[in-house]
């Protein structure tokens, strides 16, 4: 690390992003804002995301203004109120989806626009405005990295090289930077099949409303009951509801980690919630006929022990990917890329240091897991006790709502003032 320092500081720091996602992209304004000089490489021929959604709490979208304005200007630019604008406060609501009449269980205060979501798609757009495309370069598929004594050589597959300082993975849960980090033969260079699927659609808002009426069609609501769940949220101006519903998958997944989406049915959906509540089976009749099913893969049975060695570090769902049911990867990942923006502020210095994220975001990948139980009636400590199961989400909830940002930044300075550690 002390020649990595020194040789760093004779110069710009050249920093390469693997992956141009929401993580690889976020992070890389925020380097580019420090006057950093970075690289962003992606396998794919354009930025590409899916057309789902993806929400966002307070803490995430504050993490954002830490980096970068532009950020939340991009995020703002798509991002669908919860509800009535004008109402003073976002509440996220668990119902009871199980039984008839839709009783609210509990709801929690999330802050005035403390939740909304956007169309992962339209999000990704208004950030890479927000990148000097050439900085960019996509059809670059990394292949393997060569560390030397001063810097990296990143390979690719279509043979051709490039060079930088340091690595950082943004290249999502089927990293190569962590395979290539950790070796193939660590169990935790992959992830494992949570025996959880995911149904993920968009439905017209005017259809969802006709069906659901206002109130539900226009805010979040989190149906709960046993061994399943559903959720939805408004998108792209309150014009489409973003839909997902959640089943038990006991057997492997037959097609493996490289292959975690596959064609599902509405029929599928509508069997697992046949004698729930008519708001579940409601919602699960506004399904196309045939949808994505997600696979949900996570770093829950093999956590990394380690996100960083020597100039090659992991970010994001590279680092940590979790189960989706905190709705808080993402967040988590703006988190990483507001740390690394401010270790490499001033000085590229000890990569090892970024272990301080470690022990939030695998709580995170154990909690989502956890919290998954905790809605399906399932969880030892709670069961069908709901007023045990608002207070561990309440607990949960708070934990990633609340996390002390301006705490963390002030460790990572004083360990960044400390000197280099190895
Ligand atoms: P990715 O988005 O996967 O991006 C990785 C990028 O790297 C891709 O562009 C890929 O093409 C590229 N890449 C991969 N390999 C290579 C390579 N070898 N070389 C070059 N490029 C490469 N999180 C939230 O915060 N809120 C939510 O509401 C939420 N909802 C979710 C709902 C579901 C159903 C799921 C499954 C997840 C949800 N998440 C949510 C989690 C969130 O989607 C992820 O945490 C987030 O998208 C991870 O972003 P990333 O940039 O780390 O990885």
Known sequence: AQKLQESIQSSVPRIAV????????????????????????????????????????????????????????????????????????????????FHEGGKLLFRLDAGYKGFEGCHRAHLLEELSKRIDHKQVHFRKRLASLVETDTHVVLEFEDGSTAEADAVIGCDGIKSTVRILLLGSEDPAAHPYFSHKVAYRTLVPMERAEKALGSHIARRQHM?????????????????????????????DWPHGSQNMVTSGTRQEVEATFAGWGSTCRTLASL??????????????????????????????????????????????????????????????????????????????????????????????????????CLEEITYRSHKLWYFDIEGMLADLRRLQESGPQE
């Open 18 to 97: 693997i992956g141009g996602g929401i993580v690889g992209l976020v992070l890389a304004i925020g380097l580019v804002k420090r006057d950093i000089q970075v690289d962003v490489y992606e396998q794919s021929s354009g930025f590409r995301e899916i057309g789902a959604g993806v929400a966002f709490t307070a803490n995430a979208i504050k993490c954002m203004g830490l980096i970068d304005s532009n950020i939340v200007d991009a995020f703002r630019s798509v991002a669908t109120p919860n509800g009535d604008p004008n109402e003073s406060t976002d509440y996220l609501q668990w119902i009871d989806g």
């Open 287 to 388: 399904l196309p006929p045939q949808l994505e099913k997600w696979a949900v893969f996570d770093a829950y049975d093999h956590p990394l022990s380690s996100y960083a060695k020597g100039r090659v570090c992991l970010a994001g769902d590279a680092a940590h990917a979790s189960a989706p049911h905190h709705g808080a990867g993402a967040g988590m990942g703006i988190e990483d890329a507001l740390a690394l923006c401010t270790l490499l502020e001033p000085a590229l210095k000890s990569s090892s240091r970024l272990q301080s994220r470690g022990p939030r975001s695998q709580w995170l990948v154990r909690s989502s897991r956890e919290v998954c139980d905790i809605y399906e009636w399932k969880y030892p400590g709670t069961g069908t006790d709901m007023s045990k």
């Open 223 to 251: 149906h709960v009951g046993p061994g399943a769940h559903m959720l939805h949220f408004p998108l792209a101006n309150q014009t489409m509801l973003n839909i997902v519903a959640f089943a038990d998958e006991p057997a």
